[in-house]
């Protein structure tokens, strides 16, 4: 008891601190807070991508990537929309509005066109169209306002995924617990029912499918 209380305890404090965090993608890569110096600057990093620094101290936001900074500025909201300004180091800028302030980012070129984020890949390389910016501005958009931040992974589904996990390990271990839902399945047709052995193995093996089921549930939940 005091083992699986132990184990308990871990891991409901892992999984309280993982799905509390808010994350956001880009350029395929999931980036999360590293450190904030009270609100002027922060840290995000993410595995295998480029750190982003962003410096929050004045109205138009400096995004730093690499060597390249790009300035966003929030318009404000006009009707049902919110509006910013992205400004990339080439000069190039974009217009980025959340439509009914739903989250959804659409950005549009000078032209006022809609920017398409569609992404080409040739042997993991990515494949730039010409006039193609290589961070989409909804992106970067995303990026610098915190409000777009999503928690990562799905609770719901963990929690659902262990319990799952467990009531299959109680079917695999327990014969008991194999003779308890025989007995709810078949009392009420059959007079003193007893399971055999076909019924013994069939219910293992679907315990032992149910927990691999589980185990992917789990993967899954995390994403």
């Known amino acids: 008891m005091i083992v699986l209380l132990v184990v308990v305890t871990v891991t409901s404090m892992w999984a309280y601190n993982y799905f509390s965090t808010k994350v956001f993608y880009l350029d395929d890569k999931k980036y999360s807070e590293k450190s904030a110096q009270s609100t002027l600057i922060t840290k995000y990093t993410a595995w295998f991508g480029k750190p982003i620094r962003i410096n929050n101290s004045r109205d138009v936001k400096e995004l730093q990537i690499d060597e390249d900074t790009y300035l966003l500025k929030e318009l404000g909201s006009t009707g049902d929309k919110e509006t910013y300004l992205v400004t990339y180091p080439s000069g190039n800028v974009y217009t980025v509005e959340d439509v009914n302030h739903s989250g959804f980012l659409l950005a549009y070129d000078k032209n006022g066109e809609v920017v398409l984020g569609f992404q080409a890949y040739s042997n993991n390389e990515r494949i730039l169209s010409p006039g193609e910016e290589y961070y989409h501005p909804s992106s970067l958009v995303t990026a610098a306002y915190d409000k777009y931040h999503e928690r990562q992974g799905n609770v719901f589904l963990f929690i659902l995924s262990i319990l799952f996990f467990a009531y299959c390990w109680c079917v695999f271990r327990k014969e008991a617990f194999q003779r308890f ?13 007893e399971p055999s052995d076909f019924y013994f193995f069939m219910t293992k093996a679907g315990a032992v499918g149910g927990m691999v089921v589980c185990g992917l549930g789990l993967l899954l939940s995390l994403k």
Do not use: A, G, M
């Open 181 to 193: 839902l025989f007995k709810l399945s078949y009392r009420l047709w059959v007079v003193d029912p």
